[in-house]
């Protein structure tokens, strides 16, 4: 498994404390908003905005600011018009990263981006530069903790319709075809299992080891990008010690 699912996973876990809610409300809303604005707001015939909506209530986020996220996007109330733009750059040790983002200016958040990516020894480069080295999968994330059997989760996530499960000493990291995490997320769900993360990723075709201070300094990257209200995913391909990654627990 990868060390940026590993991250991704630290990050989800990190985001559920008060100081970093709101800031993860403020990005599922604009998603919320955006997905009802491209496919309606009906999420049953919206799978786009079906998963935001289920990403918003892991978050427990209230009933009534999805509402308003949705009649946002479909006009029903006033709102921002967000556009999706994808920067692509590199980090230390030639580290490839994608960030995607829903911004509604887009010249300051490109300086933003820049800025971060100067600031912690990356470049940002142009669209198409890294995307090349990575395929978008549906990965949905479960805790190996909280459910020690693997054959009965391997069991499940196959039937359900998934592509492949890998594990590690943490989670299980279940991988779908795009059009069909909704179906496994949804079968998962219906079986009472608690996921951590179910969306649309972009997984490396190969990785990259990261060590010592470029490690550090990477890490320092990407959570200064994660941490931008416009950012919404930021994907890499790094590899690095456990015990780096172990350390943003506590920070």
């Known amino acids: 498994m990868s060390g940026h699912s590993k ?14 809610r709101g800031q993860l409300f403020t990005k599922l809303i604009r998603e919320i908003t955006v997905a009802a604005r491209a496919g309606g ?19 427990n986020m209230p009933r009534e600011n999805i509402e308003k996220a949705i009649k946002r996007g479909t006009g029903e109330l006033p709102g921002v018009n967000y556009e999706e733009v994808r920067y692509e750059g590199y980090g230390p040790a030639g580290v490839a990263i994608i960030v995607d983002t829903l911004t509604d200016n887009k010249n300051r958040t490109v300086a933003d981006i820049r800025h971060i990516f100067s600031k912690y020894n990356g470049n940002l480069g142009e669209t198409g530069c890294v995307g090349w080295m990575f395929d978008w999968k549906g990965v949905i994330t479960i805790s190996r903790a909280e459910y020690p059997d693997e054959d009965s989760i391997l069991e499940l996530a196959l039937n359900a319709g998934a592509e492949d499960v890998k594990t590690d000493a943490d989670m299980y990291q279940i991988i779908t075809a795009q059009e069909t995490l909704e179906q496994v997320r949804s ?11 179910a969306q649309v990723q972009a997984i490396p075709q190969t990785t990259v080891k990261v060590e010592g201070k470029k490690a550090e300094t990477l890490l320092k990257l990407l959570e200064a990008l994660d941490e931008m209200d416009d950012v919404k995913n930021v994907y890499s391909n790094f590899e690095m010690d456990d015990s780096v990654l172990e350390a943003l627990k506590n920070q």
Request: glycine share 4%.
């Open 41 to 59: 707001g009906d999420p049953e015939k919206n799978p786009r905005l079906r998963t935001a909506i289920a990403a918003a209530r892991d978050a």
């Open 187 to 197: 079968k998962i769900e219906q079986a009472g299992i608690k996921y951590i993360t």
């Open 7 to 20: 991250w991704a996973s630290i990050k989800h876990e990190k985001s559920k404390n008060d100081a970093k």
